[in-house]
């Protein structure tokens, strides 16, 4: 084939993804897909997961541990488009769109693990909660919130 070829072919093919909702991405896992998710607000989030599973340890009084998500605020400021912590600094806790790259999705799903490192191998570390357990209806809602956009 000609190079013109390959590039109406490239042109073909960008049109046809464009006209669906987010295509599978190969080599990612069905739990880091964004097909077909409900639309999911921090605050709702808060409310539903982070608030009852999270906040008793991440606080930012004497004794809390970072990210602090004492808040709806607080929870999207230090956690939203912020750098991994404690782990690849290449990885976003909160990367909106992208569950794949956000280490609290890696490790809400039980991390290194249960096999949810970056997606180049990048360690994550452990699960979270790391004491209690959430519903698959909790992680799901995790994840829409970040396919959303993670958005207040
Ligand atoms: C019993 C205490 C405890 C609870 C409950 C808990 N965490 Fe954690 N979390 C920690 C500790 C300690 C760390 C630091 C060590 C680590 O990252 O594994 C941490 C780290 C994290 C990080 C940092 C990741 C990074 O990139 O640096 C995220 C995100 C996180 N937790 C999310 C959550 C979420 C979401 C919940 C609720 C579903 C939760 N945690 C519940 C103790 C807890």
Known sequence: MTNRTFAYL????TACSAATDPPPQSGIASELQCENGAMMTFADLHAQVIGPACTGCHHGGAGGT????STAEKGLASTRGVASIGYAK?????DPGAPHT?????KVLGGDLKGFAGPNGETVGGGMPQVGTLSTAQKTAIRDWICSGAQP
């Open 102 to 106: 956000s280490t609290m999705m890696l």
């Open 10 to 13: 490239g042109i073909l093919l």
């Open 66 to 69: 970072a990210p602090d998500m």
């Open 90 to 94: 290449t990885l976003k806790i909160v």
